[in-house]
C-alpha cells in the first residue's frame, strides 16, 4: 500500500518539464534529480520524499529519455497516477521501477490531497472518495516488485543458476 500527498499536474506534462534537456549534461542521476520539475512551483514548494504525482492525459509525452522517470524515482516520488501515459514514458518508468497508475478520474483529485493506493482502486483520504484504477499485467506487478527490469532479470538469472547448479 501507498500513501502520501498529492502533487497536481494538468495534461501534456513532457519529459522537458520532468527534466530539462539543458540538464541531461550532468553526470548522474542524483546531480539532475534536484531539477526535476524546476519550473513548477506546486513541485519545489510541496513535494516530500514519498509524495503522489497526479496528472491528466498524455504524462510524460515528448522526448523518450528515460533521465525522466529516473530522477523521479531518485527524488522519492511513490507513484504517478494519471488518466493516461505516453507510451514510451511509460515503458521506461517500468523499467525504472517507478510504479504509474492508470486511472480514469485522476483529474478530479486535487493538489495536497492525501491519496492511498491499494491493489483495485484509490482511496482519497482528503475527500473519502474512491476511484477505480486500472489493473496492472502480472508480469509488470513483478518488474515493479523488484525495483525494475535489471533487478527482476538478475532475480530471475539467479533463480535459474541455482536451478541449474
Known sequence: MIQGKVIKFGKNVDTD??????????PTIPAMAGYAFENHDNFIN???RGDIIVGKENFGCGS??????AVLKHRGVAAVV???FARIFYRNAINMGLRLIVCPDAGEIKELDILRIEKDHL?????KQQY????????????????GI?????????????ICS
Open 17 to 26: 518539464q520532468i527534466i530539462g534537456a539543458h540538464h541531461l549534461t550532468l
Open 46 to 48: 510541496n513535494f516530500d
Open 64 to 69: 523518450s529519455r528515460e533521465q525522466a522517470p
Open 82 to 84: 494519471a488518466t493516461g
Open 123 to 127: 482511496v482519497n483520504l482528503t475527500t
Open 132 to 147: 477505480r484504477i486500472d489493473p496492472l499485467p502480472p508480469f509488470i506487478s513483478q518488474i515493479l516488485d523488484h525495483g
Open 150 to 162: 535489471v533487478a527482476y532479470l538478475q532475480g530471475k538469472r539467479s533463480f535459474s543458476e541455482s
